[in-house]
């Protein structure tokens, strides 16, 4: 009896390790899943994370999308099923110093996995609509997507508070290639927020990106908005606006309306 519940234990112990060791390739098998029966999608939306894995727009855009017909799915910077450390501190079990080096170290894994899954979605269907939304480091990676897949089309772009190499907006790729047919840009301007990111380290820079793509829309937005793009304020006198900062601008509610706007128009047209 003891050596029939051994084993049992060891094959649970088993099973659980396999399924565990399984778990960062389900968001690529649900994106494999999902591009085998892409005649069921309208589009394929890519939201892609800056550092730290912050901070696309969240749950309310993802259901409009998703209501939409679009399949999304939900990328780090640096890895496109959000394995490795896109920068988020942890602990370093050899002397417990706190790091924050990202792995992989660049954007390159993710745009060459971008290619490839664009490669897989052509397969099935060359025509149908990809869109691009990448916040921070994640703008500049979804520019490089763009860049490096020859004439095929990307039907929406956006970059929000993007940034390039080294946390500046000066690195950032230029330009939108010519492949897109509509890029939407937002960036501020403001001095690093309490609890927010300190990038752009050059955020007194216009983020404003050199553009051959069909239509572009690229605005400033120093402050926080509504839903109806009416600014937000700190004090009940209406007296002081509220700020909009780096981590936020994916949030804004006025941005993702214009955001919602655009590709009901679009690519849901």
Avoid at 80 to 87: F, M, S, V
Avoid at 163 to 170: A, I, P, S, T
Avoid at 210 to 236: H, L, V
Wanted: include cysteine.
């Amino acid at each position: 009896m003891k050596g029939l519940l051994k084993l049992s234990l060891t094959a649970t112990i088993f099973a659980l390790l396999i399924f565990v060791a399984a778990l960062p390739g389900l968001a690529d098998q649900a994106l494999d899943g999902a591009i085998k029966q892409a005649d069921q999608y309208k589009a394929f939306v890519f939201l892609v994370n800056g550092f730290t894995g912050c901070c696309v727009p969240g749950k309310k855009f993802r259901t409009f999308l998703e209501e939409k017909g679009a399949y999304v799915h939900e990328a780090n910077w640096n890895h496109i099923d959000q394995e490795g450390n896109p920068g988020v501190p942890v602990a370093d079990t050899d002397d417990f110093a706190w790091k924050v080096t990202p792995s992989p170290p660049t954007d390159e894994k993710f745009i060459e996995q971008m290619k490839e899954v664009i490669k897989k979605i052509d397969a099935k269907d060359p025509s149908k609509p990809i869109v691009l939304i990448g916040h921070s480091f994640g703008g500049d990676a979804v520019l490089e997507v763009a860049q490096r897949i020859g004439d095929r089309r990307i039907a929406f772009l956006a970059i929000l508070d993007g940034v390039g190499k080294g946390g500046l907006r000066k690195n950032i790729t230029q330009p939108v290639p010519k492949n897109v047919d509509y890029f939407f840009n937002r960036w501020q301007q403001n001095p690093p927020l309490a609890g927010d990111h300190m990038i752009p380290f050059d955020r007194l820079l216009s983020g404003k990106i050199d553009s051959k793509a069909g239509e572009s829309n690229q605005k400033k937005q120093n402050t926080e908005k509504t839903s109806k793009c009416k600014n937000k304020y700190r004090d009940p006198v209406k007296a002081i606006p509220q700020l909009l900062s780096h981590g936020e601008v994916p949030k804004d509610k006025c941005v993702q309306k214009k955001m919602k706007k655009i590709l009901s128009r679009t690519v849901f047209k």
